[in-house]
């Protein structure tokens, strides 16, 4: 929960430097494991919650009415929320809401999957994009060029898309969980700082934050 509170506050620094435009509101769209990163936990754990650290922080600097840090949640999409579905959902290509939806009431859009998203097959050639949910590093990588894409045809919006929620150990396979750190890694340490040499440089107006690496070290 204070991660994703921790993603809000790393996009206050532009804000404050300057107060012209604030990015302070907007939307986390998830599925099943968001209900425990949003809070509270369905477990009952939870020492905290996104809304209460939200108001505690606007209480602290002192953020009211349409200067405070606000933001939604929603459990998106019906049926999975895979990255063959992430890449429908920006490109307008689904019967559910599109990416189009969400752009007008939200200046910030953070995005999830969920863990059926480590549960990859192989690492894949170019013909695996002839069936897009085909779990390859290959598709995983042209999913997310895809929908960055769009993310970058909207500088007045911020986005931040989540690598893979990782499978439990008794829920995966080692050569899986391989693939997925692997393409974690690549998001991360390749897409996101501009190396990947396909993608060229990454925009500004997108943070990748690693999950998959917060949850497994």
Known sequence: MKTLFAILNFLLIPVLLNAQEYFRSGIFLHHSTGNYIWGPNPDGTST????????????EQG???????????????PGDNEWATQHAFFEGNTEFTDINYYLANNRILVIKSCFPSSAL??????????????????????HWKHILRVM??????????????????ASTTSEAAALSRHFCKWAKDTLAKGLDPLYGPFPANVYVFDFFSKLTG
């Open 63 to 77: 953020f009211f009415g349409d200067e405070a840090v606000t933001m939604n949640e929603e459990w998106w999409a």
């Open 48 to 59: 905290t919650t996104v809304p209460e650290e939200m108001q505690k922080y606007n209480t």
């Open 121 to 142: 097959e192989a690492m894949g050639e170019p013909a695996d994009t002839l069936d897009p949910y085909y779990k390859t590093v290959y598709n995983y990588k042209w």
């Open 152 to 169: 970058e045809d909207h500088p007045d919006r911020f986005f931040a898309i989540w690598t893979n929620a990782p499978l439990e150990t």
